[in-house]
């Protein structure tokens, strides 16, 4: 830690030395970076952001896997480190939809690895926490290795253990960019070159972003936090003098490391159904409340941090305490803690205090490298929970090229910095949407969960006709998209026998006309709006050369046809799948998802290319139809001009061609296993496009079909989906998609990928489907083989064609053979499985083929 002036060089520089700084730094060092140093306004440790205030508890379960990951690694390195009490953490249900939710809880830990998690009966819980009211509560969750962090020792730690340069009291005043690239970083106290540098100032996020001119979306949030009194129920413990605090430590005049340490055996605790948590500082407990409307702070207005002063800190506001603001509460903060936790009825308080913590739209991180600017990097949004895993995987991700941790390489795109589209960096936008997370943040989120706020954001040219057709619109990266249609409510007695009913949770937000959308694809013909997915023009005399470089499989096709392909990092591991047709000599489409796809897949491949090629990310320039089912060569024969036989336009082609007026481009691709293709057309053309192909097929019984239908069809195929099926946690050959690679031609990640395949993959995909049950399988749910966990559910599914309840993961390679008996846990009930060979519809690729 130094007072002196700061270098004139460093190869990275960290701004913000609080847990995720100090965790980047610690971790770039170990790894071997050698000219690192981290910067932060306030004094060192005590910085006086987040990382000061928080409360320390750590409850490492999560529905995420990345989260869950990070958390269990930040709570074992902390652990080794002397700074973190692994007391065991407790959530406990005061309604009968909480029991079923901390159910799920125990399936999400078993999934992701977490040890022995279980739920408790009243009297367990009380066990552990006997001042809890035991009659005010139905049960509890316990996961034995969650507790709490001393986080001033935690950052005192990381910076003396680390060999980066540490200097406090230095603002950062500009960030210097020249040529897409980072080049330096000014302070008040001289000037850094640099050439990478790392964004971990949270609260102050949105600032630095706009130093760059980037708008990140991250929105500053007041969360209450209080420290009662003595209580006399906790005198006379074992307990010793120490930092009882775990972050609390700020600088003016409340000395509150005066109090004395908890009991080592004092779970830290949950009260979800009311949006509480609780911890014991010694002879008092800590109360902590989401329990109030959303305080959000304009992120303009964070102020700076001093010896005197902590910017992240505001007047605690009594009446979001004692009055039920929270709009999905009807009881407040104090009167729900009077009910469970009796003995701090009528306390006083000796701290109180609205500590700021920031919030996404989405609820998670922002990490990794900025899109916009080369050796721009963001570890942001992040709790001390899981901030010594995502340094890690930064550091990672920043020496090595692959994001990883000591277990294995992770997935990103969840948290990719890149996920977010233009419309997220609107202040009113990412504040509304950071509030909405900070209401739910304890809330029972229903599966297809969708927010009424900042809709409309997004529409495909054929939106007017699809809410005509009664579209049920969900929104995802700002698309309206059709999930079913209210106008094929007629197709559900028509196959009603074939369509199970589906209960409980795994029902919810579900229509039974996503299944007769699909069996009516089977049958006839379907239209579905693709407009969402993205288009990637590659052109240039090097643009053949440069995708055989980032694409795995040999790129070398002629005009006219259309390649699938996976597009791997350098470890090896699935940034992408991409479908890409020539469309000419030198000219590429390059087709990916939708969601967070266009912004990660497109800015990399950009990133990549050389000067000789152009690269042109169509986001929004085109518009898509698939057209798909046995009937779909019969309506497109009549609105073209062009060979649509199979002889003149056979599978994994394309051409342009004519649909009425209207020009396009063809692919003969289909993602449902179906006869069929997509159909892209400049915007402009989107109506034209919809209304002539719909006329067209009015005698065919042509109807539109939503996402509910697409998936279920894709699943019983068996294609991957992206950020589902297949990620970077995987590779092609663990993915079952040895066709997708060709070990001849010369790809990013190929070293890795032959060294995979000679030394053998420990996990492979595998299908599964159910025994002797209708229900639906939900995603993170454990496989198990003989009460041992093995694996856990990707994507879950029934295929209606089939017949079959189906869902699939990865097992170890011994365990993915067909025919091997598995059993699966969802939602607390264990259901038989047996792993199928794949693909379960049309496996001879008949339809497809026809």
């Not at 995720?20 to 306030?42: F, I, K, M």
């Not at 060569?633 to 394309?654: E, I, K």
């Not at 006329?695 to 950020?723: C, N, Q, T, Y």
């Not at 001849?744 to 032959?754: N, Q, R, V």
Request: net charge negative; hydrophobic share 35%; charged share 25%.
């Amino acid at each position: 830690m130094s007072t002196d002036s700061v270098p004139g060089r460093a190869e990275t520089v960290v701004i913000g030395a609080g847990a995720v700084g100090c965790s980047v730094a610690y971790h770039l060092t170990e790894l071997g970076a050698d000219d690192v140093v981290a910067l932060d306004q306030g004094p060192l440790p005590v910085t006086g952001g987040s990382s000061t205030h928080a409360p320390g508890i750590m409850f490492q379960t999560s529905p995420s896997k990345i989260q869950t990951k990070t958390a269990h690694y930040t709570s074992r390195l902390l652990k080794d480190a002397g700074v973190y009490d692994e007391v065991g953490g407790i959530e406990v249900a005061r309604s009968e939809e909480r029991m079923d939710f901390l159910q799920r809880r125990v399936e999400w830990a078993t999934s992701y690895g977490l040890p022995e998690p279980r739920l408790l009966e009243p009297e367990e819980v009380t066990e552990h926490l006997p001042l809890l009211d035991e009659d005010e509560i139905l049960g509890g969750y316990y996961s034995p290795t969650d507790g709490r962090v001393s986080g001033t020792d935690a950052l005192q730690w990381y910076i003396e253990q680390s060999s980066a340069d540490f200097y406090g009291h230095t603002e950062v005043t500009d960030i210097e960019v020249s040529g897409g690239e980072i080049r330096a970083v000014e302070t008040n106290r001289g000037r850094i070159e640099c050439d990478r540098c790392v964004l971990a100032t949270n609260n102050w996020a949105y600032q630095t972003g706009q130093m760059v001119g980037l708008d990140l979306p991250i929105a500053p949030v007041e969360h209450q936090y209080v420290v009662t009194e003595p209580l006399e129920e906790l005198q006379g413990g074992d307990s010793t003098p120490g930092d009882a605090t775990a972050g609390l430590d700020v600088p003016g005049d409340r000395n509150i490391t005066e109090f004395m340490a908890q009991p080592p055996d004092r779970p830290v605790g949950r009260d979800q159904d009311h949006s509480l948590y609780f911890r014991t500082h010694g002879d008092g407990y800590g109360l902590g409340s989401y329990n109030h409307e959303p305080l959000v702070v304009d992120p303009d207005e964070m102020g700076k941090n001093s010896d005197e002063s902590q910017a992240s800190v505001h007047s605690f506001t009594e009446k979001h305490w004692t009055k039920p603001t929270h709009p999905n509460r009807e009881t407040s903060a104090e009167q729900a803690f009077d009910e469970l936790l009796p003995a701090t009825q009528d306390k006083d308080f000796r701290v109180t205090e609205n500590g700021i913590f920031v919030y996404t739209p989405d609820g998670m991180p922002v990490v990794g490298e900025t899109p916009q600017i080369d050796g721009l990097w963001t570890g942001l949004a992040i709790w001390w929970t899981h901030s010594g895993g995502y340094g890690r995987i930064l550091a990672e991700w920043m020496e090595n090229g692959v994001p990883r941790l000591p277990s294995g390489p992770v997935d990103t795109g969840s948290i990719h910095v890149a996920r977010f589209e233009p419309h997220a960096g609107n202040k009113q936008y990412f504040m509304d949407r950071g509030g909405l997370r900070y209401q739910q943040v304890y809330s029972i989120v229903e599966p297809r969960f969708q927010p009424s706020d900042h809709r409309g954001l997004r529409e495909s040219p054929f939106h007017r006709q699809q809410a005509e057709l009664d579209a049920e619109f969900y929104q995802s990266g700002g698309w309206e998209t059709a999930q079913w249609f209210g106008s094929n409510e007629d197709l559900v007695s028509k196959y009603e026998d074939r369509i199970p009913e589906q209960e409980g949770w795994q029902g919810v937000n579900r229509s039974p006309i996503e299944a007769a959308e699909h069996l009516h694809t089977r049958e006839s013909v379907s239209m579905y709006d693709m407009t969402s997915f993205s288009s990637i023009m590659v052109e240039g005399e090097d643009a053949g050369a440069f995708l055989q470089r980032i694409c795995s499989n040999d790129m070398d096709v002629g005009v006219g046809r259309v390649r699938y392909t996976t597009m791997l990092n350098e470890g090896g591991n699935v940034l992408a799948d991409l479908t890409v047709a020539r469309l000419g000599e030198d000219e590429y489409m390059v087709t990916t998802g939708g969601g967070n796809s266009p912004g990660i897949h497109g800015s990399w491949i950009e990133r990549h290319a050389p000067d000789t090629v152009s690269v042109t990310v169509e986001e929004s320039a085109k518009c898509t139809v698939g057209l798909w089912g046995p009937k779909s060569r019969l309506l497109l024969q009549r609105v073209t001009d062009a060979d649509v036989s199979n002889d003149g336009f056979p599978y994994f082609g394309c051409k342009r061609i004519f649909v009425g007026d209207v020009p396009a481009i063809a692919l003969r691709v289909s993602y449902v296993g179906e006869l069929g293709w997509e159909l892209w057309a400049p915007a402009e053309y989107g109506r034209k496009l919809w209304e002539t192909l719909w006329e067209a097929g009015s005698d065919l019984d042509v109807r539109p079909i939503g996402d509910g239908a697409l998936e279920s069809m894709r699943l019983e195929k068996g294609f991957r989906l992206w950020g589902t099926d297949i990620d970077t946690d995987v590779n092609p050959l663990e993915a079952g998609l040895p066709f997708a690679v060709d070990l001849d031609t010369d790809f990013i990640g190929k070293e890795a990928l032959a060294e995979a395949k000679e030394t053998g993959i420990d996990d492979q995909v595998a299908c599964l489907t159910l025994d002797d049950s209708t229900d639906i399988m939900l995603s993170g749910r454990p496989v198990f083989d003989d009460g041992d966990a093995r694996g856990y559910v990707q994507a879950g599914g029934y295929g209606y064609s089939v017949g079959e309840s189906i869902a699939y993961t990865y097992l170890p390679s011994e365990y993915a053979d067909a025919g091997t008996s598995v059993q699966i846990q969802c939602e607390g009930e264990t259901y038989d499985a047996t792993v199928s060979d794949e693909p379960l519809f049309d496996p001879g690729r008949d339809k497809i083929l026809r």
